[in-house]
T-cell receptor, first 117, second 111 residues
């Protein structure tokens, strides 16, 4: 399958600072990217959907000013957690889908473990 | 909200076939059935997807009932590395259609 790379895989930051997570599609052009978060022993929760060159669409309850998403190119999307607090500690996962086919599958990055201290 | 239901867990003996069920009784005509799995602390891995015909690839087979209200993912020869949480997801057509994850099913392959 296609390769989606996330960076960093693990980050620890101080409370009040901002953290940027990158998601890259390495061998295909990702027209749509999705960002998820996952708490321990829980399922993935969709945070937002972004299409290249457009503003992201956030799911209900997700603060768009806190979780800034940029999808400026067909191979890169970034998620910035602004003014991070300990409750933002979580596993963040991106997903990328290419093409405009009706049944194209999405591929996932390896995830980023964020710990806010 | 997830549109599928799966049993919370299942055990399987190594080398045997693992049959993972999924109910999606409210699926609509243009929605696909997708299967992903997640090994601990990794991103989900795509397995297979289908609309109404049975599908097979190098990882698994997907059997969809004629009324499309349920499906079964078959891992023909389970190995210890197949131990993971398996997610059955119904998704509409279109590139921006979301993948909404339910609780999934934990498959444990025992030696």
């Amino acid at each position: 399958g296609a390769v989606v790379s996330q960076h960093p895989s693990r980050v620890i930051c101080k409370s009040g600072t901002s953290v940027k997570i990158e998601c890259r599609s390495l061998d295909f052009q990702a027209t749509t990217m999705f960002w998820y978060r996952q708490f321990p022993k829980k399922s993935l929760m969709l945070m937002a959907t972004s299409n290249e060159g457009s503003k992201a669409t956030y799911e209900q309850g997700v603060e768009k000013d806190k979780f800034l998403i940029n999808h400026a190119s067909l191979t890169l999307s970034t998620l910035t957690v602004t003014s991070a607090h300990p409750e933002d500690s979580s596993f963040y996962i991106c997903s990328a889908r290419g093409g405009f086919g009706r049944n194209t599958e999405a591929f996932f990055g390896q995830g980023t473990r964020l710990t806010v201290v | 909200d997830a549109k599928t239901t799966q049993p919370p867990s299942m055990d399987c003996a190594e080398g045997r076939a693992a049959n993972l069920p999924c109910n999606h009784s409210t699926i609509s005509g243009n929605e696909y059935v997708y299967w992903y799995r997640q090994i601990h602390s990794q991103g989900p891995q795509y397995i297979i997807h289908g609309l109404k015909n049975n599908e097979t690839n190098e990882m698994a087979s997907l059997i969809i009932t004629e009324d499309r209200k349920s499906s079964t993912l078959i891992l023909p020869h389970a190995t210890l590395r197949d131990t993971a949480v398996y997610y059955c997801i119904v998704r509409g057509q279109g590139g921006s259609e979301k993948l909404v994850f339910g609780k999934g099913m934990k498959l444990t392959v025992n030696p």
